[in-house]
């Protein structure tokens, strides 16, 4: 999230509910709602986002960064979290049947317990080098 301005990270949190790792310009915003889980770089600092993108392309720092991303979005989460699977509900505060349990947890979307997979190449597109084109990194 290379923002300028950002009141709140929303969309970085649902990316870290998703065990997904967010790097991203420290703007106060995104310092607040990401706090120790996020992984900052200046906007205008292309040498930062490559080492934050190659950090993570090592499992084992993705996995970490996953696995603290996930804490810190249970963390900013407004709703109560069960560890028996049955999830509140919305009337009269009765809880709601559990969810039918999958085939396990979804390593492509981070859903469940597991950290999300990391992804195969990243493309970074910048202002500061238009006429070179995107920098992909596999």
Known sequence: ???????????????????????A????????????AGIFAYRDDLG??????HALKDPANWTQASLR??????????????TSGATPSKACGTPAPAPAPANGPSAASGVGDQPAQPPTAYTIRSSLTPTA????IQ
Do not use: C, N
Request: no cysteine; net charge negative.
């Open 133 to 136: 084109g995107p920098l992909t």
């Open 25 to 36: 310009h420290p703007t106060p915003g995104l310092v607040e709602s990401l706090g120790d």
């Open 48 to 53: 930062a986002w490559i080492h934050a993108l």
């Open 1 to 23: 999230m290379p923002s300028l301005y950002e009141s709140w990270g929303r969309v970085a949190i649902e990316a870290f509910a998703s065990g997904i790792p967010v790097i």
């Open 69 to 82: 991303v996930r804490a810190r979005s249970i963390e900013l989460s407004a709703a109560p979290i069960s």
